[in-house]
Structures are given as C-alpha cells and as structure tokens.
C-alpha cells in the first residue's frame, strides 16, 4: 500500500486548501494571511506528498509509474493556484463579475449624499459598507470598505467620480483598477 498515491480526502484538503487562499487574495490586495495558510496548510500537504512520492519510488518505482495518474492531482492543484494568483485571477474574476452591482451602489451613496454611518449591503461578490468622500464638502466618489467574515475591514475599492482620489488619503496603498474604480489598503498594512 505505500506505493499507492493519497486518496480522495488527502486531495479534498489541497482543493479546500486553494479556494481559501483564492479568498484570500481576491481583494485588491491580497491580505498576509494568505501566506499563512501557505505555510501553515499547503507546504506541509506538499511535504507529505513528496515524501511519500519518495517512499513510494524507493519501495516500487514501476507501481508508481502505473498509478502516476493518481500522483498528478497535487502538483496540478499548486501549478493551477500559483498560475492564478501570479494572474491575480481570483480579484480579476471577483471584480469583473461585481463591479456593475458595485457602481449602482456606489451611485446610491453618492446620490444619499451622507458622510456619517456607512451604509452596508451585498454588492455582486463582495460584502461592502459605502461612504461619501469629500473634499471642501464637495462629493468626490465613495469609498466601499470590504466587510467579509474572517477578514478585516482594512481592504477598500474607492470609486472616483472625479478622477483619481487623494494619494495621501491612502498612504498604505492605492491601486487603479479600471476607469473610475481604485483598489486600496488600510492601516493595517497586511
């Protein structure tokens, strides 16, 4: 038996493994954490499949090389999740299929005209809390504060009506996403 691959709860575990980390960095910037579950999750799934992948060559490599198909899943799992974040596929995708629910909110904001209490709704994919941005009480945009269980409040999309917003605003990072729309990061830094 030790020639024969990991089994299908061993794979789960990876499959599961990736779709938290695509979580993780599908905001405009990947939280820290996503690193976390890196080392804490996937590098010790990886060092047990090569480790029995060794045990299992040194015991009976022609075994192996009949069941190779079952070996594969892993390695493709990883391949597949590096090519996508190194993309940065889980935001693009997330986004994409968001920002039209997003900029109808974000109008509904800007059109309330409020600066106090944020207002909170689904929009699309993501969980966001809205607030009017102004400059000399004249409304230049909304920002939307992600608001995800299990992930702080620290990752924003900004959407400026009138070009690009204060750089300084957001010392901790601020990304242009596409026309009006601005990824930002804040205060935590992660």
């Not at 979580?23 to 996937?42: H, M, T």
């Not at 997330?94 to 005209?113: K, N, P, T």
Request: hydrophobic share 50%; with cysteine.
């Amino acid at each position: 038996m030790i020639n024969k691959p990991p089994g299908w709860g061993y794979h789960a575990a990876a499959v599961i493994t990736t779709l938290v980390i695509a979580w993780w960095v599908s905001v405009p910037f990947s939280y820290a954490e996503s690193g976390v579950v890196v080392i804490f999750a996937l590098v010790p799934l990886v060092l047990y499949w090569a480790v029995r992948l060794i045990v299992a060559l040194i015991h009976d490599a022609t075994a192996v090389w009949r069941r190779i198909l079952g070996w594969l899943p892993l390695p493709l799992i990883v391949l597949v999740l590096w090519a996508a974040v190194d993309a940065d596929l889980p935001f693009k995708t997330r986004f994409a299929l968001s920002q039209s629910s997003m900029e109808r909110f974000a109008q509904d904001v800007l059109r309330g005209g409020t600066q106090g209490l944020p207002v909170c709704a689904g929009t699309g994919l993501f969980p966001v809390c809205g607030h009017v941005i102004a400059e000399e009480n004249e409304p230049t945009g909304v920002e939307l504060q992600i608001n995800e269980w299990l992930i702080g409040g620290s990752r924003c999309f900004v959407w400026a009506s009138h070009g690009q917003p204060r750089a300084d605003d957001y010392e901790y990072g601020l990304r242009h996403l596409t026309g009006s729309w601005w990824g930002c990061r804040g205060w935590d830094g992660w």
